[in-house]
């Protein structure tokens, strides 16, 4: 069974930058692995922040970026906002193997 | 404006059938793999299940094997989850969304999602 890895909590200071990453129990991510990241807010449904690990959407906010970071996917926020408290998922595609969610992390903006 | 819209959740009794609905606008569906992704309330987001553009290919989660069944109907740009023998643990919210655009074998194995819908609540209790 592939677990996917994330921090399950992480603050951050309003104008602050932090960065959530996400790892594979199947060793390091990369770019095979198509790492995504997804925003969550109570009540709603997610929304996708960055695809195929660094590409940004029309409706992401340019704070947001991903990358590769020792071995895992990242994702920084740089200059935090306090609409960014949320939920934050990664998800990964395994070649041969079901893709998987993290277990997300709650950014908390204080 | 890209929009994906759930619809059929609902309560239903264990071991009973549902099936889902997602109606696309938008965007060209047949170009695209889809996939449901769900949440149990309070936990995380787990995927369901994915087919590619005209229906060839289709994978499911281990815990769906022989109880959902995935389709679409590209003349109706609707995609559906045909679920059977329901079981108080599928409880959640079902997301329909879309993933990458089928480029055939080059997209077999790269999962993703980038339009969303807002969900619909499947409710399994007696």
């Known amino acids: 069974q592939t677990v996917v890895t994330q921090e399950p909590s992480l603050t951050v200071s309003p104008g602050g930058t932090v960065t959530l990453t996400c790892g594979s129990s199947?060793?390091?991510?990369?770019?095979?692995?198509?790492p995504y990241w997804f925003q969550q807010k109570p009540g709603q449904a997610p929304k996708t922040l960055i695809s195929?690990?660094?590409n940004r959407h029309s409706w992401t906010p340019v704070r947001f970026s991903g990358s590769l970071l020792g071995g895992k996917a990242a994702l920084t926020l740089s200059g935090a906002q306090p609409e960014d408290e949320a939920d934050y998922y990664c998800?990964?595609?395994?070649?041969?193997?079901?893709?998987?969610f993290g277990g997300g992390t709650k950014l908390t903006v204080l | 404006e890209m929009q994906l819209v759930e619809s059929g959740g609902t309560l239903v009794q264990p071991e009973g059938s549902l099936r889902l609905s997602c109606v696309a606008s938008?965007?060209?569906?047949?170009?695209?793999?889809m996939d449901w992704v769900r949440q149990v309330p309070g936990k995380g987001l787990a995927w369901v299940a994915r087919?590619?553009?005209?229906?060839?290919?289709?994978s499911t989660v281990d815990f769906a094997e022989g109880r959902f069944t995935i389709s679409r109907d590209n003349a109706k740009n609707t995609m559906y989850l045909q679920m059977n023998r329901l079981r108080a643990e599928d409880t959640a919210v079902y997301y329909c969304?879309?993933?990458?655009?089928?480029?055939?074998?080059?997209?077999?194995?790269?999962?993703?999602?980038?339009?969303w819908g807002q969900g619909t609540t499947v409710t399994v209790s007696s």
């Open positions: 969304s879309r993933g990458p655009m089928d480029r055939g074998v080059a997209s077999y194995h790269h999962y993703g999602m980038d339009v």
């Open positions: 938008g965007f060209t569906f047949n170009n695209y793999w």
């Open positions: 087919i590619n553009g005209d229906a060839s290919l289709r």
């Open positions: 199947t060793g390091p991510v990369t770019n095979d692995h198509y």
């Open positions: 195929d690990t660094t």
């Open positions: 998800f990964l595609s395994y070649r041969g193997a079901r893709p998987e």
